[in-house]
């Protein structure tokens, strides 16, 4: 079999999710509604279009992972005082606790995946990887 970068990636993403899935089970939230939390803790009252731009997620799956947030207590949703056409979305204090214990699982699944690399080796892969995002595009 030929060497494949996108196999590797795609069996990390896997991996990852399954990570994601078993740690964040227990406070009752998934991989997907993961990127959310962390992004709310950098821009709380984002409106879920920009939600979906900064995670270069379709609108579609943001409303239902917002909703499920909603659901589970960890946002609400608020009509944007500038503009009533938009949502903008706020965490709630179960939200901004969410923070003591998703940025530690994100942090170790980013140990897990660097174990063994010196920083040097971390830099580049970072360096790399950011690459092949651009050109792949946004």
């Known amino acids: 079999m030929a060497k494949s970068i996108g196999r590797l990636i795609s069996i990390l993403y896997r991996k ?29 009252g984002m409106t879920q279009e920009q939600l979906s731009e ?15 947030l909603v659901a589970k207590g960890f946002v609400v949703k608020r009509k944007a005082v500038d503009d009533k056409r938009f949502n903008r979305i706020f965490l709630t204090e179960k939200g901004k606790e969410s923070k003591l214990y998703v940025l530690p699982i994100l942090s170790q699944w980013s140990e ?11 830099d580049a892969l970072y360096g ?9 595009g946004q």
């Open 16 to 44: 990852s999710l399954v990570y994601m899935n078993s740690a964040l089970k227990e406070y009752g939230l998934t991989a997907s509604e993961q990127p959310f939390l962390t992004s709310l803790y950098h821009y709380n």
């Open 54 to 68: 900064h995670l270069n997620i379709d609108k579609a799956a943001t409303a239902r992972v917002v909703q499920s």
């Open 112 to 122: 897990l995946l660097a174990a063994g690399m010196d920083e040097e080796t971390r």
């Open 128 to 136: 790399t990887l950011e690459t092949m995002v651009s050109h792949v």
